[in-house]
T-cell receptor
């Protein structure tokens, strides 16, 4: 089946630190990969996506590269801000339009 | 992107009662979804709804659950007889038709079953 494994949190960082959240997947077909973010008290927001190998998704300073050889889609940001504090979810979709999510990683950025 | 709205934002109900959660997506979207997130756990797919029919449902989506789009606008999730373990955040999502596989989520309804 399809599944997503992402690093467990919580992750606590200082402002301007480098953030990386690991995500690996297993899929029965060729998945599209997503990162969603959930800010406190809000719903899920699409952060970025990649639909084929070696594609790089980017948004708001975040990046993730679709690595088929390692079945990974790690999220990175070079300099985090307090406003980046949120829960981050890696997800995949394989031609069936339903998303399979990872467990989520809580990130707290301290000033 | 236009928002998906969900009502209510929070519902408290007693075990065994029926609840209806509502979602108002943009009317020209054909694909709709319900997901749930039990506190501290991952977001789980419940059901997908395409062209006014269920296209896929998960093991969680048993006979206690139903979805419909009664007036072509609101998209509802009904739980006929709630259980304690139904307590969760329920998210509606919509997807634009035409091959774009991005899903856009509403803010969620927090359901608390006591």
């Amino acid at each position: 089946g399809n599944s997503v494994t992402q690093m467990e949190g919580p992750v606590t960082l200082s402002e301007e630190a480098f953030l990386t959240i690991n995500c690996t997947y297993t899929a029965t077909g060729y998945p599209s990969l997503f990162w969603y973010v959930q800010y406190p008290g809000e719903g899920l927001q699409l952060l970025l996506k990649a639909t084929k190998a070696d594609d790089k998704g980017s948004n708001k300073g975040f990046e993730a590269t679709y690595r088929k050889e390692t079945t990974s889609f790690h999220l990175e940001k070079g300099s985090v801000q307090v406003s980046d504090s949120a829960v981050y979810f890696c997800a995949l979709e394989v031609n069936d339009y339903k998303l399979s999510f990872g467990a989520g990683t809580t990130v707290t950025v301290r000033a | 992107e236009p928002e998906v709205t969900q009502t209510p934002s929070h519902q408290v109900t007693q075990m065994g009662q029926e609840v209806i959660l509502r979602c108002v997506p943009i009317s020209n979207h054909l694909y709709f979804y319900w997901y749930r997130q039990i506190l501290g756990q991952k977001v789980e797919f419940l059901v997908s709804f395409y062209n006014n029919e269920i296209s896929e449902k998960s093991e969680i989506f048993d006979d206690q659950f139903s979805v419909e789009r009664p007036d072509g606008s609101n998209f509802t999730l009904k739980i006929r007889s709630t259980k304690l373990e139904d307590s969760a955040m329920y998210f509606c999502a919509r997807q634009q038709s035409g091959g774009n596989n991005e899903q856009y989520f509403g803010p969620g309804t927090r359901l608390t079953v006591t």
